[in-house]
């Protein structure tokens, strides 16, 4: 069987929201994705994504205990968090990343690597939203049910810095 030839190229624009606790950030980011065909049935993608990231602390919304005493209120002490509040709460910083992946009818498997090297000069040079390295694998298979309707159960494995391995399973209908 002959290896398809054609190249398909996507580029897009994305925006990412996400509030978690006292901490919140605003994500403005280009994408591309290049599919390359490697025989009739398996093809290859590669894709990076560049953007700005805009993080912002909530002060209002943290709780932080007395260094001295839990049960009192927070007066102050703790030298971070103290500089955090009076002069960190927003970071503004360049934000990227990079995957991989193999696909064919039925089966998938993809790797990609979040905030990989960046240096977080695009407005400060001191920040404590630290954005770690965050690494994902994830593999899926697609099972044919009916006519039209395909299951596609899928591993999805999630790395950063000192954290444990994070496991999440899914299943999507179509």
Do not use: C
């Given at each position: 069987?002959?290896?398809p030839?054609?190249?398909?190229?996507?580029?897009?624009?994305?925006?990412?929201?996400?509030?978690?606790?006292?901490?919140?950030?605003?994500?403005?980011?280009?994408?591309?994705?290049?599919?390359i065909?490697?025989?009739?049935?398996?093809?290859?993608?590669?894709?990076?994504r560049?953007?700005?990231r805009?993080?912002?602390?909530?002060p209002?919304q943290?709780?932080?205990?007395?260094?001295?005493?839990?049960?009192?209120p927070?007066?102050?002490?703790d030298?971070?968090?103290?500089?955090?509040?009076?002069?960190?709460?927003?970071?503004?910083?360049?934000?990227?990343?990079?995957?991989?992946?193999?696909?064919?009818?039925?089966?998938?498997?993809?790797?990609?690597?979040?905030?990989?090297?960046?240096?977080?000069?695009?407005t400060?040079?001191?920040?404590?939203?630290?954005?770690?390295?965050?690494w994902?694998?994830?593999?899926?298979?697609?099972?044919?049910?009916?006519?039209?309707l395909?299951i596609?159960?899928?591993l999805?494995?999630?790395?950063m810095?000192?954290?444990?391995?994070?496991?999440?399973?899914?299943?999507?209908?179509?």
């Open positions: 069987t002959p290896v030839t054609s190249f398909n190229t996507f580029i897009e624009g994305q925006v990412v929201s996400d509030k978690y606790g006292a901490f919140r950030f605003l994500e403005l980011n280009g994408n591309y994705a290049l599919q065909p490697i025989n009739a049935t398996w093809r290859a993608s590669v894709g990076a560049l953007g700005l805009n993080n912002t602390f909530l209002t943290g709780v932080v205990l007395n260094v001295l005493d839990p049960q009192i927070y007066a102050g002490g030298a971070t968090y103290d500089d955090f509040i009076n002069n960190h709460q927003r970071s503004m910083s360049l934000s990227s990343a990079v995957g991989i992946g193999v696909e064919n009818k039925k089966w998938y498997v993809s790797a990609a690597v979040m905030h990989a090297g960046l240096p977080n000069t695009a400060n040079t001191i920040s404590y939203f630290d954005p770690r390295m965050h994902t694998a994830s593999w899926g298979y697609r099972f044919p049910v009916a006519s039209g395909e596609q159960p899928s999805l494995v999630k790395k810095g000192a954290a444990p391995y994070s496991f999440e399973f899914s299943t999507v209908a179509t």
